[in-house]
């Protein structure tokens, strides 16, 4: 008996008529078509999930985004606000505030320390200066206060008050009876006589010494250049630890007691050559117009500028200070309007006649006085050397000073 089976039906597809081997081809090939629609399904699934992903983490990161931007427009308006708040404020009249206060300060410190420096300057020749300590005491209290009007008006007062204090002290200042009048300078050693000039008399200490039986020489308390806390010494350990028998202060420095020294203090910048042969500020002193005088083996010079002398090392010494008050017998020095130089004290100077050279102290004078008093006692050549405070003057002890410790100074050796 024959069984005979009705066709597969599927949908879209007719099998009738098509042989068993065709059928089987077919079916396998719908299997495998839809494996592949299902494996595409699940990529797409899978792509669409990971899409999916993505825009949930862009939505976060734009969430993220918009809170910072909904800060930082706060923080604008803010800045905004204070920006136009700023712009409504007078910026000049700010600036111009700040600027005064500012020139208030440099300006009533610079007049305090001036005035302290004063204050200084008058204690060194040991005068009572109590009522004067308390008004620079109440300047600095009201510098601490930023009262600088009243700062200023107290250093006024004290300044007028510590010129009243050294006209006294000039004026009382009466050269002794006793006193030898002679416009004439010893021939040697030292003398203390009157010199009278067309400004007025003044007492003044000499000591002269012929350079053919002296030996003149500069000594300096460091060995080499020194810009701060510079070492110094008194006159009297000059003359001693150089068998010296007489000797003088030298040039200008910046004394540790001074505000304005603070970080320079004890040094000086001119130019000086000791009698090791070395040379101070020699570099910053290459175009100086300042004087100098060179002190060689029986002969003493004079130059106008210190530019005028190289680096020479056979004298024995070399020192520049200023002003030069005499050149070649001319008056070269009478007043160039500095208030230090136009005050009355004791003026220490280096001077030449010839082949003598003389050191000594004009007292109660001023730098013009001093210059006329050079003139009037016959010198060929004069400077000024360093005086107020640091005014010395040595001939078998003290006759001017001792004054503070210095740096350098001119000292005279027996050959």
């Not at 706060?74 to 009249?93: F, H, I, P, R, W």
């Not at 200008?252 to 000791?274: E, H, I, Q, R, W």
């Not at 005499?326 to 100077?349: P, Q, Y």
Request: hydrophobic share 35%; glycine share 8%.
């Amino acid at each position: 008996m024959t069984l005979k089976m009705k066709p597969s039906k599927i949908p879209g597809f007719q099998f009738s008529g098509i042989s068993s081997f065709t059928r089987k081809f077919l079916l396998n090939k719908l299997a495998v078509i839809i494996m592949v629609y299902s494996m595409a399904f699940l990529s797409l699934a899978l792509y669409s999930y990971q899409i999916y992903q993505k825009n949930a983490a862009i939505r976060s990161e734009i969430r993220s985004a918009n809170r910072e931007k909904e800060d930082i427009a706060g923080k604008l308006s803010v800045a905004q606000t204070n920006y136009e708040t700023l712009k409504n404020e007078d910026q000049y009249l700010r600036n111009n505030t700040l600027e005064e206060e500012i020139n208030n300060i440099q300006e009533t410190y610079k007049n305090a320390v001036a005035v302290y420096e004063k204050l200084l300057d008058l204690k060194s020749g040991e005068e009572y200066t109590a009522d004067l300590d308390g008004s620079i005491a109440n300047i600095f209290s009201l510098l601490s206060q930023k009262n600088y009007a009243s700062a200023s008006a107290e250093i006024i007062s004290l300044s007028s008050n510590i010129k009243k204090k050294t006209d006294e002290i000039n004026a009382s200042y009466k050269i002794p009876e006793s006193i030898t009048a002679s416009n004439s300078p010893p021939v040697s050693g030292y003398q203390r006589q009157k010199v009278t000039t067309d400004t007025g008399s003044f007492m003044v200490d000499l000591i002269s010494a012929d350079v053919g039986s002296t030996k003149v020489i500069v000594d300096t308390a460091s060995d080499s250049d020194c810009g701060n806390d510079c070492p110094v010494l008194s006159l009297a350990d000059y003359v001693k630890r150089n068998n010296a028998y007489a000797g003088i202060n030298g040039t200008y420095f910046c004394p540790s007691t001074y505000p304005s020294c603070a970080g320079k203090t004890n040094s000086f910048d001119l130019l000086v050559m000791n009698h090791k042969k070395t040379y101070f500020n020699s570099g910053n002193n290459v175009y100086s117009n300042n004087p100098a005088v060179i002190f060689g083996d029986g002969y003493v010079r004079f130059v106008s500028s210190a530019s005028e002398w190289g680096r020479d090392t056979s004298p024995n010494g070399v020192l520049s200070n200023y002003p030069l008050m005499l050149l070649n017998s001319d008056l070269r020095f009478s007043g160039d309007g500095d208030e230090k130089k136009a005050s009355r004290g004791g003026r220490s100077f280096v001077a030449n006649k010839g082949n003598t050279v003389y050191i000594g102290v004009v007292f109660s004078a001023t730098v013009a006085d001093s210059a006329k008093v050079m003139k009037v006692l016959g010198f060929e050549n004069a400077i000024n050397l360093d005086n107020g405070g640091s005014t010395a003057l040595w001939y078998g002890g003290y006759k001017a000073g001792p004054g503070r410790n210095i740096p350098n100074a001119i000292l005279f050796v027996k050959k």
